[in-house]
């Protein structure tokens, strides 16, 4: 079966940093730290595309971790129901739970597939 690299472009700059539960307020660089911290522990994601009804479509997804853009990378069947909505609506929303306490990072982007061999290579994920 052939392979589709699926890449989620997302967007961070412009985000207001939220208000320090300790006084003491965090650092855009301390936040994103946090965020890849959490986003690499994660064994899975939530990953939710739009459907043909305009309503939320998720599931869970084996994603490798974010690169320093946080640009995240999955691999997927081409013939799966996200690869016909992500071409519909690329629109695409990642939710991950911190395993060790209450925390969570959700990104909102955009995906986009990739077919090119090499770029797929050099994206994948042996699990």
Same mark, same amino acid.
């Given at each position: 079966m052939r392979q589709v690299?699926? #890449?989620?472009?997302?967007?961070? #700059?412009?985000?207001? *940093?939220?208000a320090p539960l300790?006084?003491?307020?965090? %650092? /855009? %660089?301390? *936040?994103? %730290?946090?965020a890849r911290d959490v986003m690499s522990a994660a064994p899975y994601v939530a990953f939710?595309?739009?459907d043909e009804e305009g309503r939320p479509a998720v /599931?869970?997804?084996?994603?490798?971790?974010?690169?320093? &853009?946080?640009?995240?990378?999955?691999?997927?069947?081409?013939r799966s129901r996200?690869?016909?909505?992500?071409r519909a609506d690329p629109r695409v929303a990642l939710h991950y739970l911190d395993?060790?306490?209450?925390?969570?990072?959700t990104l909102n &982007?955009?995906? /986009?597939?990739v077919e090119d061999p090499a770029l797929k290579a050099g994206h994948w994920k042996e699990s």
């Amino acid at each position: 079966m052939r392979q589709v690299a699926l #890449c989620l472009l997302v967007v961070t #700059c412009g985000l207001p *940093l939220p208000a320090p539960l300790d006084g003491q307020a965090l %650092s /855009r %660089s301390q *936040l994103l %730290s946090a965020a890849r911290d959490v986003m690499s522990a994660a064994p899975y994601v939530a990953f939710a595309t739009v459907d043909e009804e305009g309503r939320p479509a998720v /599931r869970a997804m084996d994603a490798l971790a974010p690169d320093e &853009g946080l640009v995240v990378w999955f691999a997927t069947n081409p013939r799966s129901r996200k690869v016909d909505q992500l071409r519909a609506d690329p629109r695409v929303a990642l939710h991950y739970l911190d395993t060790d306490g209450p925390g969570y990072v959700t990104l909102n &982007g955009v995906a /986009r597939l990739v077919e090119d061999p090499a770029l797929k290579a050099g994206h994948w994920k042996e699990s």
